[in-house]
């Protein structure tokens, strides 16, 4: 360790999800020192902040360094959150609302605190660290972040900084309403593109298929546990239902992706998440729809560039990073 990261220079992200909490300690360089990954404890929310503090010492510990070498600790929350207070205000997956995040943990550990929504974190991981970068190894000026998993949202980047708007729910696609009267989502709206793209729709969909007599290699899988990703798989061994799913969710991907660049005209559009670690059927989609809209508008064409959309840089640590950029020198949240 420099003698600059023993003058506090080190950062703790901390990654908090419904089911198990991801933290780590970051050096200026943005290089993750450890990792360490605990079981997230819902059973309210007093035990839930206890958890993430547990992982936050454990990580400490792993990588070998004491409190005073921490400037800060950052966190990604899922759900609702307000930045300014420190306050988780909902996370249905956390079973809570209107939780002290801040204060609670600073009192707890002594540590400075700032915490965020989970895919703006994600955001500000690529822009500072990841596939927001630029050629010439600068971030982008303007960067637009899809995340793809068990949901679908975006944030955007615009002049080097967070856009939030004026309720915190600037980006929302993933519940912009794509196809009216469509699937139920559980906003309450019917035909959000989360219902229609994000992965559990489509497992629910082959689900339904199968059940409705649709033949399909996915019937040998225990359908409780179907994911997206057994439906790569079986769109590599050639089942057809597989295939008309998976296009189906890239088609209304590739029109989200066509509405985020014209409404931001960015440098980089990064697509991160548990869908988009890897070139997959998804992704592969997703690219030649983006392409048919490049046939289509002349505007877009514009706009458009050969490395404009990306896949993640970070991949899991994007949670990790992300969340310690929002102390890191530099960054503006």
């Keep these: ?75 990604g929350i899922p759900g609702e959150v307000n930045p300014e207070s420190g306050v988780g205000l909902f996370a249905a997956n956390l079973h809570w609302r209107n939780v002290p995040v801040k204060r609670w943990l600073e009192d707890a550990l002594g540590m400075p605190c700032a915490i965020e929504n989970d895919v703006s974190v994600a955001a500000l991981g690529e822009h500072l660290y990841g596939a927001g970068r630029t050629e010439r190894d600068s971030k982008a000026d303007t960067m637009v972040y899809l995340s793809l998993g068990t949901g679908v949202a975006a944030k955007a980047i615009i002049g080097g900084k967070l856009h939030r708007g004026s309720h915190g729910l600037a980006g929302e696609i993933g519940h912009t309403v794509f196809v009216p009267d469509g699937p139920l989502c559980a906003c309450g709206a019917r035909g959000c593109l989360e219902a229609l793209a994000a992965g559990p729709a489509l497992a629910k969909r082959a689900r339904e298929a199968i059940q409705a007599g649709h033949v399909s290699l996915l019937q040998e899988q225990d359908q409780a546990t179907l994911t997206a990703h057994h439906l790569f798989s079986a769109i590599a061994q050639g089942d057809n239902l597989s295939r008309q799913i998976v296009a189906g969710a890239a088609t209304h991907l ?12 960015p440098q980089v559009i990064v697509l991160g998440g548990g869908l988009a670690h890897e070139e997959n059927p998804l992704i592969e989609g997703i690219r030649a729809g983006v392409a048919q809209w490049i046939e289509r508008s002349p505007v877009f064409r514009v706009i458009w560039h050969a490395n404009m959309l990306r896949l993640t840089a970070l991949k899991r640590d994007v949670g990790i990073l992300g969340a310690a950029a929002l102390l890191a020198d530099g960054e503006t949240v």
């Design 254 to 265: 590739a029109y989200a992706v066509y509405l985020l660049a014209m409404t931001f005209d």
């Design 1 to 75: 360790m420099t003698m600059q990261e023993n003058a506090e220079s080190l950062l703790v992200g901390v990654d908090v999800g419904g089911t198990k909490i991801a933290a780590g300690v970051v050096d200026a360089r943005g290089q993750v020192l450890s990792r360490v990954q605990i079981p997230t404890d819902t059973d309210g929310a007093e035990k839930t902040l206890q958890s993430i503090a547990t992982g936050i010492v454990e990580t400490m510990r792993a990588a070998g360094v004491e409190r005073e070498q921490i400037r800060g600790i950052g966190l």
